[in-house]
């Protein structure tokens, strides 16, 4: 019988475990925050005290700790129950062999963990999974945020579903979520090979503690420390939530990529929200995601929305941009100022990515492909600076490519509104109910 204890232990090994056929390894992904000299000592005794005992009493297992590339392991030193361990994740319907996340599935456990089991069983894999880091907070110190981070390596968006499903059921107002998707991780580049960042889910410290905890005291005191800190008002029950005009999303370069399931493979999505409905969430809003969907013509950039770079390799991307689509175009070269690709009586002011990319150009610093300082002051104190601007000659709304010879650095931008754009939203994408696919 799976009693809280034995929930705790099943809960640290789906949030996560290893398993093959004769033992087992749990990782802790504590990072920079289990890494801290004066936390360190504190999460050993959590390890060797509370956690080994579990173990030991509800299995029979002996469990010891290892430190390896920032990361904590729990690992076996003597397994003589690990059987039973099997056995009782085969009870839950949850996987017994490889990384659990791969292919967890919640359903049966939270049909059979009632009470405090449940709350046990949640409890270990916020263990393993939620990060108390500073930059996840919303908006500043006053908002702080806790992050259940899920490795985009497990592709698996129903696991993140059921488990958000699931903290609503008792209490938990999600803050936001982020979906291992480029349409959420790159959502203006449509060249960006970095957007394989996981799955967040977020809450802020408040709405989370006053409804689950830590079994990791090291945890549990910085969780209470940072909740001193919020001011911020907890967002309204996530069925009742309304959806702000969304940003437009350029259609990635792997949006049929293999390493997105079936379920979400060449398809786009224009909020969270619109995630959790197409999934099956029951708390999803389902009317203002129907909105959403229905505005799709405003909300959908065949061309990049806006990208950034050295001057060969976007120049590069223009060209191609340019032989498949706008062949007959002639390519129109000028010299403008910042002021003037700015001005009301330029069309230019309505491309939606255009001021974050005059920052990039402009910026005296970068943080990789990032401006350093206030967006506003960079173009402020730029406004007469001459940039090369090239765009297809008798065009308005079509792509454009902004260069600044000055530090190669190069941007494309692009209007939703374009001609060229809206042609190929009516020819090359599909709705059904909710989903908008690809064809």
């Known amino acids: 019988m799976i009693n809280h204890n034995k929930a705790y232990i099943l809960g640290l090994l789906v949030g996560g475990g290893r398993l093959d056929k004769n033992t087992f390894l749990i990782e802790l992904p504590f990072a920079k925050w289990g890494m801290d000299p004066k936390k360190m000592g504190n999460i050993a005794v959590d390890i060797l005290q509370r956690i080994a005992s579990l173990f030991q009493n509800e299995y029979s297992v002996k469990v010891t700790y290892e430190i390896g590339n920032k990361k904590w392991f729990i690992k076996p030193i003597e397994d003589e129950g690990f059987k039973n361990i099997q056995s009782d994740l085969t009870t839950l319907k949850l996987p017994k062999i490889g990384f659990l996340l791969n292919n967890a599935d919640l359903e049966e ?258 943080n990789g492909k990032r401006h350093k300082g206030p967006m506003a002051k960079i173009i402020e104190s730029n406004m007469p600076t001459k940039l090369e601007v090239k765009r297809y000659y008798g065009t308005e709304n079509e792509p454009i490519l902004i260069i600044n010879n000055s530090n190669d650095r190069a941007v494309i931008c692009s209007n939703i509104s374009s001609t060229k754009n809206q042609k190929l939203i009516q020819q090359n994408t599909q709705t059904s109910n909710l989903e908008v696919k690809i064809i």
């Open 109 to 366: 456990s939270k049909n059979l963990l009632k009470g405090i089991n449940a709350e046990n069983f949640l409890s270990g894999i916020f263990d393993a999974r939620l990060s108390l880091s500073k930059s996840h907070r919303r908006f500043d110190d006053k908002a702080p945020v806790v992050s259940l981070e899920i490795p985009g390596s497990t592709k698996n968006f129903k696991f993140v579903v059921q488990l958000c499903s699931w903290l609503t059921e008792m209490g938990s107002v999600t803050d936001q979520i982020l979906y291992n998707h480029p349409n959420q991780h790159s959502a203006s580049d449509p060249t960006y090979i970095g957007w394989k960042k996981g799955f967040k889910i977020r809450f802020l410290i408040r709405s989370f503690l006053a409804n689950h905890s830590f079994a990791l005291q090291a945890k549990s005191i910085d969780a209470k420390l940072i909740e001193k800190n919020q001011t911020k008002f907890e967002q309204e029950e996530c069925p009742f939530r309304k959806i702000r005009q969304p940003s437009p999303v350029s259609i990635h370069n792997d949006i049929n990529s293999s390493n997105l399931p079936e379920e979400v493979r060449n398809k786009l999505y224009f909020h969270y929200f619109h995630f959790c409905a197409t999934l099956g969430c029951k708390f999803a809003p389902i009317k203002e995601v129907e909105k959403v969907v229905q505005n799709k013509n405003s909300l959908i950039s065949f061309f990049p929305r806006l990208s950034k770079g050295a001057i060969e390799e976007i120049q590069k991307q223009y060209e191609s941009i340019s032989n498949e689509h706008f062949n007959n175009c002639q390519i129109e070269n000028l010299q403008l100022s910042v002021k003037s690709l700015l001005s009301d009586n330029r069309t230019f002011i309505s491309y939606y990515g255009l001021k974050q990319g005059l920052a990039f150009l402009l910026a005296d610093e970068l």
